[in-house]
């Protein structure tokens, strides 16, 4: 592998577990809400919440184009305010990357939230603690497992993500260019070796995840 | 009932479920027992005391402190409430250790000062060599303990206590009984204790809140209630017919020889405390066995002398009342009486097994 070959797999990685960084705290709060409350609106949010796992990623890629586009909500927003641009930049491989894995995520922790026992949260309240200590010292502590477990599944699933990366990223050599698409890129230019070096760094990469996702699902009592 | 400190009226029904009702339901100083069969309200009461359950209607008060009221909305969260409260499956926190359940309700106090009161605790329950321990390392006595040291730590003004040696095999319910009872003392934090055992009601109560189907039918204190229930659901629950106060005279290999009135028992030893020896004597009718006079060769180990002193008809039973040197009520069927000829004044021999026998060690 050459030394730009590792600087992209350095920068798939990164970009990977920078989407983990928007998909934890979303997905923690979006899983918990779930998982403990009913409330109007509940079902939309999960049907919304799933939709990419089943859309076409090349349309996931196209709304959020649309969204943070320059002269889209968000990301007309984010320019006015931050001088900052989203669209083909990092910026959007992150943004990217989190919508696909975000869903992975809420349903793996949904299920650890749901399988803790409510009867140590009412303990808890009536040993002072209020509702964020609850969260923060019982429920999240005992819902570890399946957090860590969906966390692996998302940074797996972001690692591999195209379509809607090169929507709203294209293929910016060094600078949006991640892994899946620079595959592809090499099959097309004939590049069949280093296609098929990059394909097995993929592979290697997400079949520890999944691995290791797997065990701290089945070791959970 | 003297110094009231909880008072409540109130009602709750879960969907499909029955309707619980209780109707001036007062608590003292002391331990007071709720008692009655399975299913009829006891756990959702304490539930709702803890702020676990929001009642339907009706309103709870701790002295002037209103924890609920429905018709002004009012309703105090359970960690406002400042109770201990220990579920009959006690909840011990799986991810924390022994020490880290103890001192989960100190956080907000200085690190010394919440490690000394967690070790106070421990000390206290005879728990440190277990303070690193993870709950499921625990046994199931042990689990109790740290789970009443956990409710106990921050000194609650209220103690609720569900079923708190239900999920305890035999011999250790035995034994824990008369150290729970020893440690309520000590504590003195009004207490509200579930149970549907009506020695350990006995043993642990000083006042007690009967509950049928549902409702609270008699409250009173301990002796008034067993010795005179208001009325037959009352009667059948807190059913020990014979309740006489006796002195253990010896224990020997696990059995106690006990002396009741004139007469001398021998019952099983098990959770009986070595430095005291008054107990209640508790029979119930039905496990008194009737026989005429004559060479009696049996298990049991208790054979009485008896004087008949009358019966009563209860439907297909007699309700024979014996003199054995200290009241004791048989129960059996008709024609057994028939058989036996029953008539006052006749001597006959009751038997009695060991295991019932039920010894209460007496600490009032």
Redesign the interface.
Known sequence: MSGADWQLVGFSLRMALGSLLLVWPAGVAVAWWLARKNWRGKALVETLVSLPLVLPPVVTGLVLLELFGRRGPVGGWLHRTFNCDVVFTWRAVVVALAAMALPLFVRAARTAFEEVDVKFEQLARTLGAGEWRVFFTITLPLAKRGVCAGTLLAFARALGEFGATIMVAGSIPGRTTTLPVAIYQAVENGEDARAWTLAGVSAVIAFAAVFVSEQLQRRRK | MNDVVLTANFRKQFPGGPAIAVENFRAGRGVTVLFGASGSGKTTILRSL???EIPDAGEIKWGDEMWFRKRENQWR???Q?????V?Q?Y?L???LTVAGNVG??L?ERPAAERAARVAESLRWLELEDLARRLPHELSGGQQQRVALA?AVV?RPKLLLLDEPLAALDTPTRLRLRGELRRLLRQLDVPTILVTHDRFEALALGDDVVVMHAGRNVQQGTVPDVFSRPANLAVAEITAVETIHSGKVLAVRDGLATVAVGSAQLTALAEGLPDDRNEVYVCIRAEDVVLMRNGAVQSSARNHLPVTVRGWSSEGPLLRVSLDAGFPLVALLTQSAGKELALQAGAEMVALIKAPQVHLISFTR
């Open positions: 803890a702020g676990l969260p359970p960690r409430r400042h109770v201990g409260f579920p499956d909840a926190f799986p991810h989960y309700s956080n956990r921050r």
